[in-house]
């Protein structure tokens, strides 16, 4: 593993990518994999039906995003439960504590300047997590120094941030207009408060093609000490303006992970929800457990069928992947 050079993979062609993979020399921390449904989206194949009420999301600007991202035109908010004001995230938490809901995501649509509005509610997700006792996993968009270090204060679990290595992407697809000076700040910002941190990062943002994702990568080893590194996938989404545009190739993906792994061999590595379905989807999974994934969010039953004929040992979970943080801790 050690003798492999992350950029030398990155220049692999697809043909010794694949020879790369059928190896074996990419591996997992474990011969344990963890399978992600969480609960906002329903999940039942044949090797697992996930619960209803475990995990839930919430958008704390309810369906408003101000960027309207070429990739998504907000439609992922859609899904979330809105909460657009203190005394709202506050009457839900009570709500969904009751109801047997045990985490959550707080996220939202973003401001002109990539931000996510947080700084409002930080007082009650210290609540959230002190009286409900709920794990609390934060979106944070581009995130000043001050309220990265005040969510650290209200005892959040985990801040989750999308990695861009490309200006280009950040203009083209976010219509976002900042410099990767401001998004290494951000970063920078959330190392300092000493907040777990788990970056995402979305391969094929340009129009489905690579670019930008080893800076990503990069951008991650220089200025941060990641909790877990999920790695996501552009998938075209009906009345976004990218709904006709391809996604990247599962090898594509596979190459993405598969230099995450190279550059983080200890931190817990995953494949997000965000990917394309069907048959994509059955590739890519199984080819990101041969590149050295930990966890899948929402598996395909090919993945799951594959990790038990090679070995592994699968554990079913209603969480957001980004508990895999903790779930690969090591044992006292």
Same mark, same amino acid.
């Given at each position: 593993?050690?003798?492999?050079?992350?950029?030398?993979?990155?220049?692999?062609?697809?043909?010794?990518?694949?020879?790369?993979?059928?190896?074996?020399?990419?591996? $997992?921390?474990? #011969?344990?994999?963890?399978?992600?449904?969480?609960?906002?989206?329903?999940?039942?194949?044949?090797?697992?039906?996930?619960?209803?009420?475990?995990?839930? &999301?919430?958008?704390?600007?309810?369906? /408003?995003?101000?960027?309207?991202?070429?990739?998504?035109?907000?439609?992922?908010?859609?899904?979330?439960?809105?909460?657009?004001?203190?005394? !709202?995230?506050?009457?839900?938490?009570?709500?969904?504590?009751?109801?047997?809901?045990?985490?959550? %995501? +707080?996220?939202?649509?973003?401001?002109?300047?990539?931000?996510?509005?947080?700084?409002?509610?930080?007082?009650?997700?210290?609540?959230?997590? @002190?009286?409900?006792?709920?794990? %609390?996993?934060?979106?944070?968009?581009?995130?000043?120094?001050?309220?990265?270090?005040?969510?650290?204060?209200?005892?959040?679990?985990?801040?989750?941030?999308?990695?861009?290595?490309?200006?280009? @992407?950040?203009?083209?697809?976010?219509?976002?207009?900042?410099?990767?000076? !401001?998004?290494?700040?951000?970063?920078?910002?959330?190392?300092?408060?000493?907040?777990?941190?788990?970056?995402?990062? +979305?391969?094929?943002?340009?129009?489905? #093609?690579?670019?930008?994702?080893?800076?990503?990568?990069?951008? +991650?080893?220089?200025?941060?000490? =990641?909790?877990?590194?999920?790695?996501?996938?552009? &998938?075209?989404?009906?009345?976004? !303006?990218?709904?006709?545009?391809? =996604?990247?190739?599962?090898?594509?993906?596979?190459?993405?992970?598969?230099?995450?792994?190279?550059?983080?061999?200890?931190?817990?590595?995953?494949?997000?929800?965000?990917?394309?379905?069907? #048959?994509?989807?059955?590739?890519?999974?199984?080819? /990101? %457990? #041969?590149?050295?994934?930990?966890?899948?969010?929402?598996?395909?039953?090919? /993945?799951? /069928?594959?990790?038990?004929?090679?070995?592994?040992? $699968?554990?079913?979970?209603?969480?957001?992947?980004?508990?895999?943080?903790?779930?690969?801790?090591?044992? =006292?």
């Amino acid at each position: 593993m050690q003798s492999i050079n992350a950029e030398t993979v990155w220049n692999l062609n697809h043909t010794a990518l694949h020879l790369l993979l059928v190896s074996g020399c990419l591996k $997992p921390q474990s #011969k344990t994999v963890r399978f992600y449904a969480p609960s906002f989206v329903y999940y039942k194949t044949k090797y697992f039906s996930s619960s209803t009420q475990e995990f839930a &999301m919430v958008s704390v600007t309810g369906n /408003a995003c101000t960027l309207n991202c070429k990739h998504c035109g907000g439609k992922p908010l859609q899904t979330m439960h809105p909460a657009t004001s203190p005394q !709202e995230l506050y009457k839900l938490g009570l709500k969904l504590r009751l109801d047997g809901t045990k985490g959550m %995501l +707080i996220s939202g649509g973003c401001q002109p300047n990539g931000s996510v509005p947080l700084d409002n509610f930080i007082p009650v997700l210290a609540q959230l997590k @002190t009286e409900l006792g709920f794990t %609390l996993f934060v979106h944070t968009g581009i995130i000043r120094r001050d309220t990265a270090f005040l969510l650290k204060q209200a005892g959040i679990d985990a801040a989750l941030i999308d990695v861009i290595g490309s200006q280009n @992407t950040f203009q083209k697809t976010f219509n976002l207009k900042i410099n990767l000076q !401001e998004h290494i700040t951000s970063l920078k910002s959330l190392h300092d408060a000493q907040l777990k941190v788990i970056p995402h990062l +979305i391969v094929g943002l340009n129009d489905g #093609k690579l670019e930008g994702e080893y800076t990503a990568l990069r951008l +991650i080893k220089e200025n941060l000490n =990641p909790a877990a590194i999920v790695i996501l996938a552009f &998938m075209p989404l009906h009345g976004t !303006e990218m709904a006709q545009t391809p =996604p990247p190739q599962p090898l594509d993906i596979a190459k993405t992970i598969a230099v995450a792994r190279t550059m983080f061999p200890q931190t817990p590595l995953a494949l997000g929800c965000m990917r394309p379905k069907g #048959k994509h989807r059955a590739q890519t999974d199984i080819l /990101a %457990l #041969k590149a050295g994934v930990d966890a899948v969010a929402f598996p395909s039953p090919e /993945a799951i /069928a594959y990790a038990q004929k090679s070995g592994y040992n $699968p554990i079913l979970s209603s969480y957001c992947c980004a508990q895999l943080h903790q779930d690969f801790q090591p044992k =006292p």
